[in-house]
Every structure is written in structure tokens, then in C-alpha cells.
């Protein structure tokens, strides 16, 4: 995918007709008469810019004394996400907050994280799982559907419904498309086939890639300044992103092998073409991260790296060996001093050490363990 340099004039007047309706349909949606939250999920990639870009514009619209349903604009770190990514979207959630705040508008922004028992790190050092590949991926729900559907599931049990507003586009992906298709029920609004009591309004499902970069290279975001900076990181990375992902049948775009942002400690893609590309672009200082994701890559898959015994008390190979684990924690904390970045907390740190106690203890996992350990992973 490229970022056009220029556009027609006449497709960008009939883009401001089609954008004008997709306000109409967000303004007539939000002037319901109940009061069911709004939950916009943004990742800080184009489309999710896009939907808030709309959004807001929309709400500046309605009179302000019809502005009274709450909106919580919701961001999910994963704690491994690159730290130019990362660095961008505080920078817009920073941003947004003070806006919000002096436009006058119901909108709250939330940061979500995974629980401390379900991080990147306190999976792979404390329970030995192996870097993440294409056939046991087992970070995307941990790390970044669980948060999201937390916070939804808080709150539908406040409010009994909301309604979450997704920058899904049919013309994104194979794997979008087909999620797209399963919520066609002809209605503004579909049911989330996963989360009881949660609506999903998708108010851009239509456009092309084309129309979004159209639309942000050409306005100013409602909160101030540009959507400049969002047009560099597309361009350093070249390519899409790794989605806020709050369905697990949309999962293959996160990870999948198209240049995108996501965790850069991402192994499920050979090469991690995007971070690669950002840090050859002026984040030099960051190299030292790309060369211990390849690292971990190859640790994690040596057979004598790993156990004969699988968690679940199956033969086979297993986890990480104890040993492997504490190389792989040294060598972390090793690259935090060299970068200088918060790659790890202490609270996750002291996680692994009660997880390998808990190992350690019986040599090989207590029955009881086991069952303890597959609940809480499920
Ligand atoms: S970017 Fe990679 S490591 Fe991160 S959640 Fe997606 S697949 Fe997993």
C-alpha cells in the first residue's frame, strides 16, 4: 500500500458528500434517545483516526446541550508495543485529554494493559512460552483482545448496553472483509458475536484506503495540529498496522505477514519489516531492540532451550528450561540499561519470580498446578 502524494479534485468533492452522510448517520446515532456509552477503539492507526477525526467533528456539531451521552475513547497497550508507536499514541491520547477537556464534550480516554498474569514477558520468562509464531500465537488475546473486552464487559454491566465504534473497512483486509460480512445485518447497528450486551456501529465501513488518507492529509484534526505525524509513521513503516483486535476471528491481521505496527517483540512475522524500517529511519539508538527480537526468535525454538515436558504434563517439548528463562531475563534487562526504555516492570518481574517458586517447588508442576495454570490461561 502507498500513501498518495495528490488527489483529484473531483473525487475529493465526492468524498466530502460521502463523508458528510457518514456525520449524518454518527450524529442521528448518537441523538438516540437512550443513553448507552459509546466505546471508540483506537489504535491510533489511520482508520481508528479516522472514526474519532469523525466523530468529534460530529459532536462539535450537535448542540451542546444534546451532547450528553458519555463517549470513552479506549487505547490498548500491549507493553511491548514499539516505542515509536507507542511514543505517538500518548502523544495523541495526551492531546486529546487537554482538547476534550476544552471543547466541552462527554468524552473520557481510557488506556487499557493486559493483567500483569497475562503479559508478553511474564509469559515467556515466567512460564517459558516460546516467542509467539503463526501456529501457537498465543499473544493476541492476551495481550490484546482481553484488556479491550474487559473494559467493554465493565461497561455493559454499569449501563447494560453500549455501543462500540469500530474503524473496520470493507476494502481493508481479507480477514476485515469477512468480519465485516458477519456483521451485515442490513441495521446501523450489529451484535457483537462475542460480547453479550455490546452493539458495534462501524461508520466507515465503506471508504477506501484512498478516501482515509484523503480525508486526514487534507483537515486538521479537531483536537489540533495535524495528522502529519500519523502520515510519517505510515511512511517510515510502509505499510497498515497491527489492529486493535476485539474479535478473534479478525486475528489474522495482527501478526499476519503484511508490513504493519505492532509489538516489537513481534515473532510471528520473519522479518519485522515495520519496526526495521522505523529504526532505520532515525531511531538508530533503538537497533539493539530489533536485534534481540531476531535473537529470541532462534533461542526459543533450540530444542535443548526447552523442556521434555509440556505444561499440561504431556511429553513432548515443552517450555523454556529454567536456564533459558533467566538468559532470556538478563539479556532484557541488559538491552533496558543499553536503551534506556521501560521494557519490563518490576511488577512483572516479580510475577516470574513467584511463577518459577511456584515451578520450582515440586520440580515438575503439581497436578493441582496444572489445572490452576490451564484455567487461568483459557
Ligand atoms: S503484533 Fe505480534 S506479538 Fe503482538 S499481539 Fe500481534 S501477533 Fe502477537
Same mark, same amino acid.
Given at each position: 500500500?502507498?500513501?498518495?502524494?495528490t488527489f483529484d479534485?473531483?473525487?475529493?468533492?465526492?468524498? +466530502?458528500?460521502?463523508?458528510? +452522510?457518514?456525520?449524518?448517520?454518527?450524529?442521528?446515532?448518537?441523538?438516540?434517545?437512550?443513553?448507552?456509552?459509546?466505546?471508540?477503539?483506537?489504535?491510533?492507526?489511520?482508520?481508528?483516526?479516522?472514526?474519532?477525526?469523525?466523530?468529534?467533528?460530529?459532536?462539535?456539531?450537535?448542540? !451542546?446541550?444534546?451532547? $450528553?451521552? *458519555?463517549?470513552?475513547?479506549?487505547?490498548?497497550?500491549?507493553?511491548?508495543?514499539?516505542?515509536?508507536?507507542?511514543?505517538?499514541?500518548?502523544?495523541?491520547?495526551?492531546?486529546?485529554? =487537554?482538547?476534550?477537556?476544552?471543547?466541552?464534550?462527554?468524552?473520557?480516554? $481510557?488506556?487499557?494493559?493486559?493483567?500483569?498474569?497475562? =503479559?508478553y514477558w511474564v509469559?515467556?520468562?515466567? #512460564?517459558?512460552?516460546?516467542?509467539?509464531?503463526?501456529?501457537?500465537? !498465543?499473544?493476541?488475546?492476551?495481550?490484546?483482545?482481553?484488556?479491550?473486552?474487559?473494559?467493554?464487559?465493565?461497561?455493559?454491566?454499569?449501563?447494560? +448496553?453500549?455501543?462500540?465504534?469500530?474503524?473496520?473497512?470493507?476494502?481493508?483486509?481479507? @480477514?476485515? *472483509?469477512?468480519?465485516?460480512?458477519?456483521?451485515?445485518?442490513?441495521?446501523?447497528?450489529?451484535?457483537?458475536?462475542?460480547?453479550?450486551?455490546?452493539?458495534?456501529?462501524?461508520?466507515?465501513?465503506?471508504?477506501?484506503?484512498?478516501?482515509?488518507?484523503?480525508?486526514?492529509? =487534507?483537515?486538521?484534526?479537531?483536537? @489540533?495540529? =495535524?495528522?502529519?505525524?500519523?502520515?510519517?509513521?505510515?511512511?517510515? *513503516?510502509?505499510?497498515? %498496522?497491527?489492529?486493535?483486535?476485539?474479535?478473534?476471528?479478525?486475528?489474522?491481521?495482527?501478526?499476519?505477514?503484511?508490513?504493519?505496527?505492532?509489538? !516489537?517483540?513481534?515473532?510471528?512475522?520473519?522479518?519485522?519489516?515495520?519496526?526495521?524500517?522505523?529504526?532505520?529511519?532515525?531511531?538508530?539508538?533503538?537497533?539493539?531492540?530489533?536485534?534481540?527480537?531476531?535473537?529470541? $526468535?532462534?533461542?526459543?525454538?533450540?530444542?535443548?532451550?526447552?523442556?521434555?515436558?509440556?505444561?499440561?504434563?504431556?511429553?513432548?517439548?515443552?517450555?523454556?528450561?529454567?536456564?533459558?528463562?533467566?538468559i532470556v531475563l538478563?539479556?532484557?534487562?541488559?538491552?533496558?540499561?543499553?536503551?534506556?526504555?521501560?521494557?519490563?516492570?518490576?511488577?512483572?518481574?516479580? %510475577?516470574?519470580?513467584?511463577?518459577? +517458586?511456584?515451578?520450582?517447588?515440586?520440580?515438575?508442576? #503439581?497436578?493441582?498446578?496444572?489445572?490452576?495454570?490451564?484455567?487461568?490461561?483459557?
Open positions: 500500500m502507498t500513501i498518495p502524494e479534485t473531483n473525487a475529493e468533492q465526492d468524498l +466530502e458528500s460521502r463523508v458528510a +452522510e457518514i456525520k449524518r448517520e454518527i450524529k442521528a446515532e448518537y441523538r438516540q434517545s437512550h443513553s448507552k456509552p459509546w466505546i471508540i477503539g483506537f489504535s491510533g492507526g489511520k482508520d481508528s483516526t479516522l472514526v474519532l477525526h469523525l466523530v468529534i467533528e460530529s459532536l462539535l456539531e450537535i448542540p !451542546w446541550s444534546e451532547r $450528553k451521552r *458519555a463517549v470513552y475513547i479506549v487505547a490498548n497497550d500491549t507493553l511491548v508495543e514499539s516505542p515509536i508507536v507507542q511514543g505517538f499514541v500518548d502523544e495523541t491520547l495526551e492531546k486529546l485529554t =487537554t482538547a476534550l477537556a476544552d471543547l466541552q464534550l462527554p468524552c473520557a480516554v $481510557k488506556k487499557t494493559v493486559p493483567r500483569v498474569s497475562h =503479559t509469559n515467556v520468562i515466567g #512460564r517459558g512460552y516460546p516467542s509467539p509464531t503463526r501456529m501457537f500465537r !498465543w499473544c493476541t488475546d492476551r495481550l490484546k483482545i482481553r484488556p479491550t473486552t474487559d473494559f467493554i464487559r465493565q461497561k455493559v454491566s454499569e449501563s447494560g +448496553e453500549v455501543i462500540l465504534l469500530l474503524g473496520v473497512r470493507r476494502s481493508e483486509s481479507a @480477514a476485515r *472483509a469477512a468480519t465485516a460480512k458477519r456483521y451485515d445485518n442490513g441495521e446501523r447497528l450489529n451484535s457483537h458475536n462475542d460480547i453479550p450486551g455490546c452493539l458495534v456501529f462501524r461508520p466507515i465501513l465503506e471508504l477506501a484506503t484512498e478516501d482515509v488518507w484523503e480525508y486526514l492529509m =487534507t483537515r486538521q484534526p479537531p483536537w @489540533a495540529g =495535524t495528522h502529519n505525524a500519523l502520515v510519517k509513521l505510515y511512511r517510515d *513503516a510502509m505499510g497498515g %498496522e497491527c489492529p486493535i483486535v476485539i474479535d478473534p476471528d479478525a486475528q489474522p491481521s495482527c501478526g499476519s505477514s503484511s508490513i504493519r505496527f505492532g509489538c !516489537w517483540t513481534c515473532t510471528v512475522v520473519d522479518k519485522d519489516k515495520s519496526f526495521r524500517n522505523q529504526v532505520d529511519k532515525g531511531f538508530e539508538h533503538l537497533i539493539p531492540m530489533a536485534e534481540f527480537r531476531d535473537w529470541m $526468535k532462534s533461542f526459543c525454538y533450540i530444542p535443548e532451550n526447552r523442556m521434555q515436558e509440556r505444561r499440561n504434563g504431556q511429553q513432548g517439548i515443552g517450555p523454556l528450561t529454567f536456564e533459558s528463562r533467566k538478563d539479556r532484557l534487562l541488559e538491552l533496558q540499561e543499553a536503551v534506556g526504555l521501560p521494557l519490563i516492570s518490576d511488577e512483572e518481574v516479580r %510475577e516470574i519470580h513467584k511463577i518459577w +517458586e511456584d515451578d520450582k517447588s515440586t520440580g515438575v508442576m #503439581r497436578r493441582a498446578d496444572r489445572l490452576i495454570t490451564m484455567l487461568e490461561e483459557r
